[in-house]
């Protein structure tokens, strides 16, 4: 069992965001907390909890004694694993000497610092409230309070961003010796000023040529420095694979808690109200769906193949797309052995349209 | 006085545009038939789509009856004919059933081609013209200057035109005075056997299909039993009566020189042919009335549903449409691409619009159309003929001895500056010119002899934006020419799409194929795999293009909270793919099929 925990606030929005975080109401954080304690208490569960999220949001937002009550809480109420992985996401300019100290002493063994690019007037564009320098900084603080298990995230196909920046990016973070990267290619999300820019033609960003020839870059400088793509946009040092996200991908189940936080327990998914002042007031599940059979199976190919290694599909979700499957190994999009089934390069690169013809 | 001397049958022949429906509304109106307020505009063009395109697809009629400035009361009936060149044999008809016509000339635009070619029908049928110079309200009204137009070039005397306003009712007056004036009363026997000349038929959901006549010799009654002349079909009278407009008047019987309806429990339009000779079982007629043909349809093309679950849908439409339209035929066909569909053939390029429109409007009908196709004639090597109007079926070019393919006669009116463009549009569409005359200083009459298919695709909308709308264009049907015609096939990743062949002229099958391949690639989606497109002409590719295969097509993040909202994003790129067509591993939207036609 994994757990996952949301934390919504964010000095500002940056503009190719769409996840539900807020700005400017950095105030209520305590009562929040208090918020996702009762959530806890509504909702336990006996199974070992072998890995911990705190995502957002900027969970480095959060005051150190608040961060403190929150991991306390977490682990008095669930039964954390000794080996248990705890991430907590954090950014550059927003890490603290004493909130990595509450970190670190609450089990914060790993982070994931959203460093996105290196050059100043590109983290301006996307609307980030840091340089690379702060970024540098993060790394350096995080390592004197004892978390060695750091990943830094990059964004690609940024406006404005050409094949050389992208570069350049790729080797000044490598220079940080981060244990694992996450490189995003932008996607612009409706609601987003980046994609109100974009319909109206005002978004001037590379083509898919250009997308691919940086995400081909990636694939190429990465190896050389001992970290290996284990997923689309996830890169690692051997054994250094995101538990969670790894855990999402083989449909393990995970309590979510905080606003807008999702679940997964068995097949029931849950969706916490995404209304701030909703959830602060203890509002029940917005969503609950239980999955019907075939849609499981479904998603254990479509989280699956995410993964270079793929998958070994449960017999019924087999029975269900061997034929298509056969049809696309035949085709060199896939490959499959016994029961497990992994897409190659190419195909990984045109997942979606595999998904979409696969999709019962 | 005979009943027949105070009746007078008359159309109004105009161009498109001049003001014909705005005057029929004007002496409806003036007659007292109805009141102004229960008119709502143009009360003849009854469907949406007449008054939308400003055209009458149907013929209607309306009787007026007149107090003349002779103290007499007359019944004029106005038979309102169809506008358009498809539907020229309707027309022909229609006149037939009139001894006179009302020409209405724009005081402003002067003689326009479609005013000549009208002009020469009504003269064919020996009716009286009444020339009618409207629009004289307008501040560019020129009406001496259209009265000598109208005695060159036609021959009439226009010197007693009436000048009229339809518009504000000016003088329309003078326009029903002069049709009991100069338009003869009917001729015919009273005592003859009857002959009726439908010159239209109407479906009407409760009494079936409705015979519009004028009444040629005899008379007839309810209860009167009829036999078609051509078929040798028999009904049971049910009812007669006189047009209102908008309305049906049920009377007791129609007499010699009247003209009204006939219902007679008749199930589809088809068994009421325009055309046709209408006469009684009990004393029947010798001879039928002269000029009946059966109408055939000159442009086909394949209709489709989109979504092919909405087949039987499309079948209930379409027959629903002939009960009203004895020239729409049509028959399943099934294509490789596109799956069940019919092959349906029309009178002409405005009559294919018109029925693909009413399919998608009133049957709310998501439709995909294959290119349309004239019917052309295959003479085989070993002596054998065929017609063809359907790419598909064309024999192999090594069977084919020779082929030919319908001609029309074309006239295009235009400004003088325009003869450039218009020539060179002509000629590329591999037409020959005839003659050029200079109608006034300034307008010339164009008149080339063309291939019916080279006009089908865009001729029309091509002269329209080559003379900035100044142009006005007709044409008639001028028998068959023998044609070097070639089938032009598309190939998607090596495979015939069916649905995409067409035939052109060998001369003009390279530079069409190289535009569709072209138009094709910017409207097929990047897929997997690269997809050739090539056009081939009898197995020689001659041109190429390529859809490059799509590079990146993946959700750059999945996590715990983006797993319901991804699923739904495949759904949403799994559904548009349905709405495509899969031929073999390639996804054809419904654009690709319209490429053909607009590729020039």
């Not at chain 1, 959203?114 to 970024?135: I, K, N, S, T, Y």
């Not at chain 1, 109200?273 to 849609?295: C, F, I, K, R, V």
């Amino acid at each position: 069992m994994m757990l996952y925990i949301h934390i919504p606030f964010c000095l500002r929005k940056c503009a190719y965001c769409d996840f539900v975080s807020f700005a400017g109401r950095q105030e209520e954080m305590p009562r929040y907390v208090d918020a996702l304690i009762a959530e806890m208490d509504r909702r336990p569960s006996a199974e070992a909890v072998t890995s911990v999220f705190l995502g957002g949001g900027t969970p480095s937002l959060l005051p150190a004694p608040q961060l403190a009550r929150l991991l306390r809480a977490a682990r008095q109420r669930y039964d954390f694993s000794p080996r248990c992985e705890i991430t907590a996401e954090a950014n550059p300019g927003a890490v603290t000497p004493q909130w990595l100290e509450a970190a670190a002493s609450g089990g914060v063994n790993r982070l994931s610092i959203g460093v996105q690019a290196c050059q100043p007037e590109l983290l301006r564009a996307v609307g980030r409230p840091h340089d690379f320098a702060a970024a540098q900084e993060a790394f350096a603080l995080a390592r004197a309070a004892g978390i060695e298990n750091l990943s830094a995230d990059l964004m690609y196909a940024l406006p404005g961003q050409t094949l050389r920046m992208w570069e350049e990016s790729l080797r000044a973070v490598l220079a940080l010796s981060p244990w694992h990267l996450s490189l995003y290619a932008l996607t612009l999300a409706p609601g987003t000023p980046f994609y109100d820019l974009d319909a109206r033609g005002l978004l001037p960003r590379p083509d898919e040529e250009e997308e691919f020839a940086m995400q081909e870059a990636a694939q190429r400088i990465l190896p050389a420095h001992g970290l290996f793509r284990y997923e689309v946009s996830n890169y690692a040092k051997p054994g250094c694979a995101c538990r969670h996200n790894v855990g999402y991908w083989t449909r393990r189940s995970y309590i979510g808690l905080g606003c807008a936080a999702h679940s997964l327990v068995g097949n029931v998914r849950r969706a916490n109200a995404s209304d701030l002042d909703a959830y602060l007031a203890g509002a029940p599940a917005a969503e609950q769906e239980t999955l019907a059979p075939q849609d499981a199976a479904f998603e254990e190919l479509m989280l699956g193949l995410r993964m270079t290694e793929g998958i070994r599909l449960s017999a019924r979700a087999w029975s269900l797309f061997s034929p298509g499957i056969a049809h696309f190994c035949q085709r060199g999009l896939m490959c499959a052995r016994g029961r497990r089934v992994w897409l190659t390069a190419r195909g990984m690169d045109v997942m979606n349209a595999v998904l979409a013809e696969l999709m019962p | 006085m005979k009943k027949e001397e105070l009746i007078r049958n008359f159309c109004i022949i105009a161009h498109i545009d001049h003001g014909k429906s705005t005057l029929a509304d004007r002496l409806i109106e003036k007659t007292g038939v109805m009141t102004l307020r229960e008119m709502s505009d143009q009360v003849l063009d009854t469907m949406d789509l007449e008054r939308e395109r400003g055209i009458t697809i149907k013929a209607q009629a309306v009787r007026m009856p007149y107090k003349a400035q002779d103290g007499n009361t007359y019944v004029l009936n106005l038979i309102d004919t169809p506008g358009h060149v498809d539907f020229s044999y309707e027309v022909s008809r229609a006149l037939a059933a009139c001894d006179g016509a009302v020409l209405v000339v724009d005081a402003s635009q002067g003689i326009e081609a479609q005013t000549l070619a009208n002009v020469y029908m009504a003269l064919e049928h020996d009716l009286e013209i009444i020339p009618v110079i409207n629009k004289i309200d307008l501040p560019s009204a020129q009406p001496d200057f259209v009265k000598k137009e109208i005695e060159d070039v036609i021959g009439l005397d226009a010197s007693e035109a009436p000048l009229v306003s339809a518009k504000t009712g000016l003088n329309v007056e003078d326009v029903l005075e002069a049709v009991v004036k100069l338009v003869p009363p009917p001729k015919g026997e009273e005592s003859a056997p009857l002959r009726a000349l439908i010159f239209d038929s109407v479906y009407d959901n409760y009494k079936g299909a409705l015979s519009f006549v004028r009444i040629v010799d005899g008379k007839v009654s309810v209860g009167d039993r009829i036999r078609m002349m051509s078929s040798g079909a028999e009904f049971d009278v049910t009812e007669v009566g006189y047009f209102r407009p908008g309305q049906l008047l049920p009377v007791g019987e129609l007499t010699t020189g009247e003209v009204g309806y006939i219902g007679a429990s008749i199930k589809e339009v088809a068994d009421t042919r325009v055309g046709d000779t209408i006469t009684a079982v009990a004393n029947p007629a010798a001879e039928m009335l002269p000029g009946y043909k059966q109408v055939q349809p000159m442009v086909f093309c394949g209709i489709y549903p989109a979504d092919g679950s909405d087949y039987e849908n499309l079948r209930d439409a379409l027959e629903k449409l002939k009960l009203n339209d004895a020239s729409l035929s049509f028959e399943p066909e099934t294509s490789v691409a596109l799956g069940f569909g019919f092959r349906t053939g029309f009178l002409g390029l405005l009559h294919m619009e018109v029925i693909q429109e009413r399919l998608e409007r009133e049957f709310d009908l998501d439709l995909i159309t294959t290119a349309p196709s004239v019917v052309y004639h295959v003479v085989k090597t070993d002596g054998t003929e065929l017609s063809i109007d359907n790419p598909t079926n064309l024999p192999d070019p090594a069977d084919i001895n020779y082929m030919e393919e319908p001609m029309v006669s074309a006239q295009v009116l235009a400004p003088s500056d325009y003869v450039g463009a218009i020539m060179e549009l002509c000629q590329q569409k591999r037409g020959v010119y005839i003659d050029m005359k200079y109608i006034e200083a300034g307008r010339v009459q164009i008149h080339y002899e063309m291939p019916l298919n080279e006009i089908i695709y865009d001729f029309f909308d091509a002269l329209k934006s080559r003379t900035r709308g100044y142009a006005s264009f007709d044409y008639e049907l001028n028998g068959y020419a023998r044609s070097e015609l070639v089938k032009l096939d598309i190939l998607l990743n090596g495979e015939i799409c069916d649905a995409l062949s067409i035939i052109v002229h060998k001369e003009r099958a390279y530079p069409r194929g190289r535009a569709i391949a072209e138009k094709l690639k910017e409207v097929i989606p990047r897929q997997l795999f690269e997809i050739p497109i090539q056009a081939a002409v009898g197995g020689k590719i001659i041109a190429r293009e390529t859809v490059k295969a799509m590079r990146k097509d993946v959700l750059a993040k999945c996590y715990g909270g983006d797993i319901t909202r991804k699923k739904k994003l495949l759904e949403k790129q799994k559904e548009g793919k349905k709405r495509m067509r899969t031929l073999g591993s390639v996804q054809l939207p419904s654009e690709a099929f319209i490429a053909v036609l607009k590729a020039d």
